[in-house]
């Protein structure tokens, strides 16, 4: 069976500063993982994959993340936050064995503060 | 290009009605996927098609629930008798293919109320 488990409800960070949202997966066999972000009232975009190939992924608008197997993880990570990064974001794994059907955390909602 | 459309974008209707959620994916793609995200959870596949056939309907509830992409196009999502726990935001998504590479696009979701 594969689920996500992200670990904070709400990060709070101030504009300029590290972001940092954590989340951690199981699954039986070889996953692809993802980051997904939803802005209010738009629909779910993309922000990086993984896919078996580079362990450290890069996505859009600056964020990236790292497949980490000995501990599950695939943490999402921006140097510096903006304020139009405000939103709230998805940790997702698909097991290719299972299908294509994707599997959501229960999100993180992201605030900056100016 | 258009991405990923669905209609109504808001539906209000009573307890016991029947209602019908359409998902319009991008063109060319094969692919589509339906998704419910009730508040404060993230969504949870429901059904997918791989051209006119459900591939896999293992996240519908019940059977009250029922889907159908007859031209392997426009997809509608039926809801029987619904019920206040019903309400949520259903989403649809589509891709090219199902191999790992492709990516699903996610349309802005029809948000179903149950009173």
């Known amino acids: 069976a594969q689920s996500v488990t992200q670990l904070d409800s709400h990060v709070s960070v101030s504009e300029g500063t590290p972001v940092l949202l954590r989340c951690n997966y199981s699954?039986?066999?070889?996953?692809?993982l993802f980051w997904y972000v939803q802005h209010p009232n738009k629909g779910l975009q993309l922000l990086l994959k993984y896919t078996s190939a580079a362990t450290l992924v890069k996505g859009i608008n600056g964020f990236e993340a790292e497949f980490k197997k000995s501990e599950t993880s695939f943490h999402l990570t921006k140097p510096s936050a903006h304020m139009s990064d405000a939103a709230e974001y998805f940790c997702v794994v698909r097991e290719r064995e299972y299908g294509n059907k994707l599997v959501f955390g229960a999100g993180t909602i992201l605030r900056v503060k100016s | 290009g258009a991405g990923v459309s669905q209609t109504p974008s808001n539906k209000v209707t009573e307890k016991g009605k029947y209602v019908e959620l359409r998902c319009d994916p991008i063109s060319g793609h094969t692919a589509l996927y339906w998704y419910r995200q009730s508040l404060g959870q993230g969504p949870e596949f429901l059904i997918y098609f791989q051209g006119t056939g459900a591939a896999d309907d293992s996240g519908l509830p019940n059977d009250r629930f029922f889907a159908v992409r007859p031209e392997g196009s426009v997809s509608t999502l039926k809801i029987q008798r619904t019920e206040r726990g019903d309400s949520a935001v259903y989403l649809c998504a589509s891709s090219l293919g199902t191999s790992g590479s492709n990516e699903q696009f996610f349309g802005p979701g029809t948000r179903l109320t149950v009173l």
């Open positions: 699954s039986s066999y070889s996953p692809s």
